[in-house]
Nanobody, 125 residues
Framework: QVQLVESGGGLVQVGGSLRLSCVASGRTGWRYGMGWFRQAPGKEREIVAAISWNGGIVWYKDSVKGRFTISRDNAENAIFLFLQMKAMKPEDTAVYYC????????????????WGQGTHVTVSS
């Protein structure tokens, strides 16, 4: 497993942009697929975006397509995961989590084994 730490959350106005970061450390030698999830108050956690181990394949939830971009940088001893968010909406308000999957090309049905602690994102109107 890997240890994940997110950062970059905060308060942003409608239409604004925010960039989330996640650092994965530990057993990063495996070809982990990565994903970003979010959980809004009173709602279930949902997957927002996923990326294959080499960054070549990405998946997005329909409501964020064209607004969010997932990317990653595989360093020697760490994995850096990013989520660039733009044209943000109030419904993007949630706690955002990064997660790692042993599935090298993850999809919404993949099992994600390692999770970060989450970072809060609030979009104000």
């Amino acid at each position: 497993q890997v240890q994940l730490v997110e950062s970059g959350g905060g308060l942003v106005q409608v239409g604004g942009s925010l960039r989330l970061s996640c650092v994965a450390s530990g057993r990063t030698g495996w070809r982990y697929g990565m994903g970003w999830f979010r959980q809004a108050p009173g709602k279930e956690r949902e997957i927002v975006a996923a990326i294959s181990w080499n960054g070549g394949i990405v998946w997005y939830k329909d409501s964020v397509k064209g607004r969010f971009t997932i990317s990653r940088d595989n360093a020697e001893n760490a994995i850096f995961l990013f989520l660039q968010m733009k044209a943000m909406k109030p419904e993007d308000t949630a706690v955002y989590y990064c997660a790692a999957s042993s599935d090298s090309t993850p999809s919404p049905s993949s099992d994600f084994d390692s999770w970060g602690q989450g970072t809060h994102v609030t979009v104000s109107s």
